[in-house]
């Protein structure tokens, strides 16, 4: 797939739509062949926005009204086509996962993420926003490991996964976290850390228009969506799948964070003397 918050649904119609339907037809070529389809939980868009129950990984999203950004667009359509296929008799799995992160043991993150970049722009800003946000961090191996063993099930006509951790944290035990490794990041009325994000200079800049726009009445933007949206989405078809596996998702912790954060320093994407005397 190919993964970008700021292109138009046109720009990534070719790689994620017609691409899915291509592969499609190769798992319907001759012989039937069970099809594996990575999609996301942006899907859940137009639902999770209602606010008004808990989302069921079997649960209809076929209204898809109100999905908003050219990369939720185009894997809301293309999970549209793995679903009909699946109507027509093609065995078919879909996996939704959450806010990827980087590696839980190794730290080894892709700095062009939203995680990364959001954690970056904290730093840079000296500034976090004041709203009560339950930040998703989904290990990358945790999440291959759970993809793996669902796959390796026995297929029904289509079974639906969201993988995501079920121990998010605060981002307000984030920033402390980040303070304790010599930084100084102190709270802003969301509203003024928006003007901020906008008119300062830091990571995400570029992304700044779009992550402070409203979704909803009650003005949630794509920042809480995109990287605290998980709350209300049931996984229960996940964590029954790997009940029987011990795998279990790491929790998003002042460990996990450290690792991260000693990688960032390594790669030279964060600068912080703290902890490369503490990696020497």
């Not at 739509?17 to 798992?27: D, I, M, N, P």
């Not at 998703?136 to 026995?154: C, E, G, H, N, R």
């Not at 850390?193 to 726009?213: D, F, I, K, V």
């Amino acid at each position: 797939a190919n993964v970008n918050l700021l292109y138009p649904y046109t720009a990534l119609r070719a790689v994620n739509v017609t691409g899915t339907h291509e592969a499609l037809r190769l798992s319907s070529y001759k012989k039937t062949k069970p099809f594996h389809y990575l999609s996301t939980l942006d899907v859940l868009e137009s639902v999770a926005t209602t606010g008004q129950h808990t989302i069921l990984e079997e649960e209809s999203i076929e209204q898809g009204n109100g999905i908003s950004g050219g990369y939720a667009q185009t894997k809301w359509v293309a999970e549209q086509l793995v679903t009909h296929a699946s109507r027509r008799g093609l065995p078919v799995s879909i996996y939704r996962p959450g806010m990827v992160s980087g590696h839980s043991q190794t730290g080894y993150t892709n700095t062009r993420d939203l995680t990364s970049r959001f954690i970056k722009s904290l730093i840079e800003l000296k500034k976090n926003p004041e709203i009560a946000l339950m930040i998703d961090m989904t290990p990358v191996d945790y999440l291959s490991k759970a993809i793996a063993v669902l796959s390796l099930q026995a297929t029904q006509s289509r079974k639906v996964f969201h993988i995501f951790n079920p121990q998010p944290i605060a981002l307000h035990e984030m920033v402390a976290i980040l303070n304790s490794y010599g930084h100084s990041i102190k709270k802003a009325p969301y509203i003024e850390w928006q003007a901020m994000l906008r008119l300062l200079q830091n990571e995400l800049s570029s992304l700044a228009a779009p992550m402070t726009e409203s979704l909803s009445e009650d003005g949630l933007t794509y920042l809480e969506l995109w990287l605290g949206g998980t709350e209300g989405i049931d996984a229960g078809n996940t964590l029954e799948g790997i009940k029987d596996c011990h795998l279990s998702c790491p929790p998003a912790d002042a460990e996990l964070i450290d690792k991260y954060m000693k990688y960032f320093v390594r790669c030279d994407f964060i600068k912080n003397e703290k902890l490369v005397i503490a990696e020497t």
